[in-house]
């Protein structure tokens, strides 16, 4: 089983930062991409950014520019660092783990956290 724990949600004025983080941690040998989704009230939920292990990243239109995503492979952990926040990035944002290789040859698809809200005030 793997366990993702997103940290770093809160409450910040437009035009602000904030950084979020996803540790991912047990039965773990390697993982192929990691990401941030997030969900606004009444809205699906969306990618926000990837990242793969090689480092290679995909974002989404709405946040190129604004967004930075980055990993440590040694400690299985994604970020997002959000700069010049709208208030339409107001969202629960979740972490994802894709395509996850476990120690003992387990395969697993995805893994979710459990989500860290984002409010962006006007």
């Known amino acids: 089983q793997v366990q993702l724990v997103e940290s770093g949600g809160g409450l910040v004025q437009a035009g602000g930062s904030l950084r979020l983080s996803c540790a991912a941690s047990g039965s773990i040998f390697s993982i192929n991409t990691m990401g941030w989704y997030r969900q606004a009230p009444g809205k699906r939920r969306e990618l926000v950014a990837r990242?793969?292990?090689?480092?290679?990243?995909n974002y989404a239109d709405s946040v190129k520019g604004r967004f930075t995503i980055s990993r440590d492979n040694g400690k299985n952990t994604v970020y997002l660092q959000m700069n010049s926040l709208k208030p339409e990035d107001t969202a629960v944002y979740y972490c994802?783990?894709?395509?996850?290789?476990?120690?003992?040859?387990?395969?697993?698809?995805?893994?979710w956290g459990k989500g860290t809200l984002v409010t962006v005030s006007s």
């Open positions: 990242i793969s292990s090689g480092g290679s990243t």
């Open positions: 994802n783990a894709a395509h996850v290789l476990a120690p003992d040859g387990f395969y697993g698809v995805d893994y």
